[in-house]
C-alpha cells in the first residue's frame, strides 16, 4: 500500500510540474501541434528527471511527500547542473550573424534580396538551415518577404535576433538603396550583441559555480543522511512531521530557485512575439 501511494504521489508531483512548465512556457507551439511534439527537450529531460527523483527518494523513504520532493528535485536539479542557456544564445547568435554575412556578400550578385536569400540555404549554418528554407517556402508561397522575416524572428524567439533581423524586414518593406552596406550593418551588430552576451555569461560563471556547489554539498548531505541515520528523519514520518517537511522543503526550493535566478540571464523584451500570418 505504501509504495502504492508513492507511486501515485510521483504522477502526480510530475502532472504538477509538467503543468507549471506549460503555463510558464515562453516559446510559442502551433496550435496543430501534437502535445509529444510540442513538449520541448529540455522539458521532457526535466520530466524523465522527476520521475527518477521520485522514484528514489520514494522508495527510500516511504513517503508520500517523499515522492513529491524527489520529483520536484529531479525537475529544477536538470537545469541547475546544466550548462547555461547562454550557450545556445551565443551559438545562434554567431550562426545568425554569419549568415547575414553571406547574405551581404550573395546580395552583389543576384537581383534583390529574395533571390540572395535563396542562394544562401546552401551554405547556411547548420543551425539556422531549417529555419532558413522555411524562409524561403513563405516567401515562394505568397508571403510578403516582410512577414517571412517576422515569422523567422518568432521561431528563433529570442530578443537578440529580433534585432538583427529588424533591419532585414526594413530591407524587404521599403527597399533600399544601400543594401549591403544595411546588411554589413545589422551582421556587425549582431557580433555585438554576441561579444556582449559573452561579457555577461563570464560575469555569471562565478555565482553559478556557487550555485552548484551548493544544491550538490546539500543534497549530497541529505543523501546520506538518509541512507546511513535513518533515525534521523524518523520524526518525519508522522503527520505533523510531513506537514513540517513540506515547509522546509518550499524554503530550500526559494532558495535554490532565487539562486538559480540570479546565475541565469534575464530575458530581454521581444520586438517579435508571435508568428506573422500571411495575409
Same mark, same amino acid.
Given at each position: ?47 524523465? =528527471? ?113 534585432? =538583427? ?115
Amino acid at each position: 500500500m505504501t509504495v502504492l501511494i508513492v507511486l501515485c504521489s510521483t504522477g502526480v508531483g510530475v502532472g504538477i510540474a509538467l503543468i507549471v512548465a506549460g503555463l510558464f512556457a515562453t516559446t510559442p507551439v502551433a496550435k496543430k501541434m501534437s502535445f509529444a511534439k510540442g513538449i520541448d527537450t529540455a522539458t521532457r529531460q526535466s520530466a524523465v =528527471a522527476a520521475l527518477i527523483g521520485a522514484a528514489v527518494v520514494g522508495l527510500i523513504t516511504q513517503w508520500p511527500v517523499g515522492a513529491l520532493i524527489g520529483a520536484a528535485v529531479g525537475w529544477t536539479l536538470r537545469s541547475a547542473l546544466s550548462s547555461s542557456s547562454s550557450t545556445r544564445v551565443t551559438n545562434r547568435l554567431d550562426a545568425l550573424a554569419t549568415w547575414i554575412e553571406t547574405l551581404r556578400d550573395s546580395v552583389a550578385a543576384h537581383r534583390g534580396l529574395v533571390a540572395a536569400i535563396e542562394s544562401t540555404v546552401p551554405s547556411a549554418p547548420a543551425s539556422l538551415r531549417a529555419n532558413i528554407e522555411a524562409l524561403v517556402i513563405r516567401i515562394k508561397s505568397g508571403t510578403p518577404p516582410d512577414r517571412a522575416f517576422a515569422a523567422l524572428a518568432s521561431e528563433l524567439a529570442d530578443a537578440s535576433a529580433d534585432e =538583427a533581423i529588424a533591419p532585414l524586414i526594413l530591407a524587404a518593406r521599403f527597399g533600399g538603396a544601400d543594401l549591403q552596406n544595411l546588411l554589413g550593418t545589422a551582421a556587425a551588430n549582431t557580433r555585438e550583441q554576441l561579444a556582449l552576451v559573452q561579457r555577461t555569461e563570464v560575469a555569471r560563471a562565478k555565482p553559478r559555480r556557487e550555485m552548484r556547489l551548493v544544491v550538490v554539498v546539500t543534497l549530497g548531505f541529505v543523501l546520506a543522511t538518509l541512507t546511513i541515520g535513518h533515525g534521523y528523519f524518523t520524526p518525519f514520518s508522522t503527520t505533523t512531521g510531513q506537514i513540517v517537511l513540506v515547509v522546509i522543503a518550499g524554503l530550500f526550493a526559494v532558495g535554490f530557485g532565487m539562486m538559480n535566478r540570479l546565475s541565469r540571464p534575464q530575458p530581454m523584451p521581444r520586438l517579435f512575439e508571435s508568428p506573422a500570418q500571411p495575409s
